[in-house]
């Protein structure tokens, strides 16, 4: 069965960067699928970050691509998000997930709260 | 980008009813690259359908999904207790990928 955990701090300074590592068992990363991230903020929709292919090429969603960094880790079997210059509202629970693939999300992490402070 | 606009916003229903909730795309989702979730309080989302019809991997027979190009639907049979959660549809037609705000199905 394949699991997902994300893990980061959850509380994150303003203008700093917000960094996460979503680690996955029962399957290795590296023989295949898309890894994903998407966010919710509080009492409201989900929102597609980023996902990366078992070839490691990037995809990004525009609003953000010029902050966003989605990487890998073979060895640990993780994959990482960073955020960088966050604003309050970035603050939202992050969610990691495996694509089916074609933009399916099939599994997911329990998420987990990270808040944006001032 | 592609924004689904989902409705109604709050659905309230009783045990045992149908219920039937509706996603429209902004531009065609063509090839019919659309799924739904349902999200409970403090979950993360379970992928219920994709492919606009096909259900997930132990999905409930009375989960089915409908439509095609700008319109797609939900429908839930007869309301279990343990399906009054929040619903999400998403594209996967084109990117970014994008999901609608969420209908919640809420017990009269």
């Known amino acids: 069965q394949v699991q997902l955990q994300e893990s980061g701090p959850g509380l994150v300074k303003a203008s700093e960067t917000l960094s996460l590592t979503c680690s996955v068992s029962?399957?290795?990363?590296?023989?295949?699928?898309?890894w994903g991230w998407i966010r919710q903020p509080p009492g409201k929709g989900l929102q597609w970050i980023a996902s990366i292919d078992h070839s490691w090429t990037t995809y990004y969603n525009p609003s953000l691509k010029s902050r966003v960094t989605i990487s890998v880790d073979t060895s640990n079997n993780q994959f990482s998000l960073n955020l960088n210059a966050v604003t309050a509202a970035d603050t939202a629970v992050y969610y990691c997930a495996r694509d089916k693939p074609s933009g399916i999300f099939e599994y997911w992490g329990h998420g987990t709260l990270v808040t944006v402070s001032s | 980008e592609v924004v689904l606009t989902q409705s109604p916003g709050t659905l309230s229903l009783s045990p045992g009813e149908r219920a039937t909730l509706s996603c429209r795309a902004s531009q065609s989702v063509s090839s019919s690259n659309l799924a739904w979730y349902q999200q409970k309080p403090g979950q993360a989302p379970r992928l219920l359908i994709y492919g606009a019809s096909n259900r997930a991997t132990g999905i409930p027979g009375r989960f089915s999904g409908s439509g095609s190009g700008t319109d797609f639907t939900l429908t839930i049979s007869r309301l279990e207790p343990e399906d009054f959660a929040v619903y999400s549809c998403?594209?996967?037609?084109?990117?970014?990928?994008?999901f609608g705000g969420g209908t919640k199905v809420e017990s009269k």
């Open positions: 029962g399957y290795s990363i590296g023989s295949g699928y898309f």
């Open positions: 998403q594209q996967y037609e084109k990117a970014p990928l994008t």
